[in-house]
């Protein structure tokens, strides 16, 4: 927009009082009301950019959790100066896995959020290194210098993601039967299926994010709401959802080491948000089954809960090297509403592995 500035480059002194810090209880309701404006289009305010409200998917922020529902390795951080809170950065905590993801970056000020938003992630940078992060993780749009001002502090751009969303007003298909989804080869995952799930994730997964996303095998065996493979620029909205994975078999058993044809993560909604999925397919697997067994799978949960009414759609993040699950998807009734950019930030110094060579090679 214009009035706002571009980043770190452009940064102003702040006053004397100004300063980064953790935030307090009597903090929340001055918070509460600075991430509303950071959200509200037509503000002088800079946050992450991210498809939080709109028509499609009504008042639910995608990215912005109530305050409430922190849980206790959640951390918020605030800008404050002169007794006045301009800034606010709330952090998600893997503590299974030492990563941060950041899903919230707030600023208001046409001419200081630059600076504030600046200082707020170099603080967050430091004390996540004292604190033992291994890395940080944040999905944002390109727009108001997002991504330089990612960079700018040591982040690397790694992929896209398009969000499709499947609006309310679609019927969800009725659920399958356990003869049909057998026969489809669908069941659910179990912690058994770690080494097919990492090999799936192989095969669908360039080399590159491989080696920057780092899932271990252990990853692949957690189960439940706390799950956060595969990862994805929505996976904070899980925790308020009900969360179930299943996976396909492949039917000539995997003659290429890759036992599964596809996986398919579940998150059904207990609040105002919409619900989820997030699929994976083996290259040259049609997509398709998954997605509507899913479909399926919400129409069977969410009918379960007499207090929810299913009027937010469903929503489901697709990156660009995973086409074609987008056309998969786009044949049930999603449709793109935006794409975003994922970068990530080590802490770890790599190091590559001594590897032998031939005699005489030098």
Sequence with gaps: M???SNGPADRRPAGRAAKVRVARLTDLAALGELSRLCQTEGVDARSLGLPISGP????????????????????LY???????????????????RDEWTIVELDAIGAVDAGDIRYRLLQHLVRDGARRGAVRFHVACSEDAGNVELFMQAGFARYGDEILLFRPPEVLLPEPWPEKEAAQAG??????QDALALARLYGAATPQPVQRLEAVRLTDWERQGTSWRVPRSSLAPILRFA???????????????????????????????????????????????????????????????QSD?????????????????IDRALEDSEFHSIAT???????????VAEPALVPAGVR
């Design 308 to 324: 929810h009414r299913h009027d937010h759609g469903v929503i489901s993040p697709v990156r660009t090297y995973e086409h074609p």
């Design 78 to 96: 605030v800008y404050e100066d002169a007794g006045r809170l301009s800034g606010l950065l709330r952090v998600e905590r893997d503590t299974y």
């Design 186 to 191: 669908i069941r659910p995952a179990t912690t």
């Design 242 to 304: 009900d969360v179930e994975g299943f996976v396909q078999e492949a039917p000539d058993g995997g003659k290429d080491g890759t036992q599964l044809d596809g996986f398919i993560q579940v998150g059904v909604a207990k609040e105002d948000q919409p619900h989820y999925l997030k699929v994976v397919a083996r290259p040259g697997v049609s997509a398709e089954p998954l997605v509507q067994f899913g479909l399926g799978v919400i129409t069977a949960r969410a009918g379960r």
């Design 2 to 4: 214009s009035g706002r």
């Design 56 to 75: 499609p998917i009504g008042m639910f922020s995608l990215f912005r959790l109530p305050l409430g529902a922190f849980r206790p390795h959640d951390l």
């Design 340 to 350: 975003v950019t994922l970068l990530m930030k080590e802490t770890l110094i790599r």
